[in-house]
């Protein structure tokens, strides 16, 4: 595609940097959707998920700005948030990890790892 190249240097700091808001502010609104269910949704975190996925889109947008490769930057996008959602939902809400759970996990960290290195890098 024009204008796409090689990461390099700063481009490729600020592009993953923003991968990273990307994934923090997805994970953050995902995690705030349990206060909106149930008998007393709490009107706060509404606000909470609205403002994570715009803020999410928005900081997944400058990712690909900055030549992060749309597939690359969705799979590790989806996949970081999927394993942080299943931790906190563990850790906080007190919801079950079994170990086919924990394989799966395993299965979506390597099958990204795949993605990256089966990639072209021109």
Avoid: C
């Avoid at 939902?89 to 759970?101: C, D, M, N, P």
């Amino acid at each position: 595609m024009p204008g796409f190249h090689r990461l390099t240097g700063a481009t490729a700091v600020f592009g993953y940097l923003f991968l990273g808001i990307a994934i923090a502010t997805e994970v953050v609104a995902t995690t705030f959707l349990k206060f909106t269910s149930g008998d007393n949704p709490r009107w706060w975190a509404y606000a909470i998920v609205i403002v994570g996925y715009v803020a999410s889109f928005v900081a997944l947008s400058q990712s690909l700005s900055r030549g992060v490769p749309l597939g690359i930057a969705y799979a590790i996008w989806s996949a970081v948030g999927v394993v942080a959602i299943v931790l906190i939902s563990w850790v906080f809400f007190k919801e079950s990890l079994t170990w086919v759970q924990i394989a799966g996990i395993v299965l979506v960290i390597g099958g990204v790892g795949l993605l990256e290195l089966g990639g072209k890098h021109s």
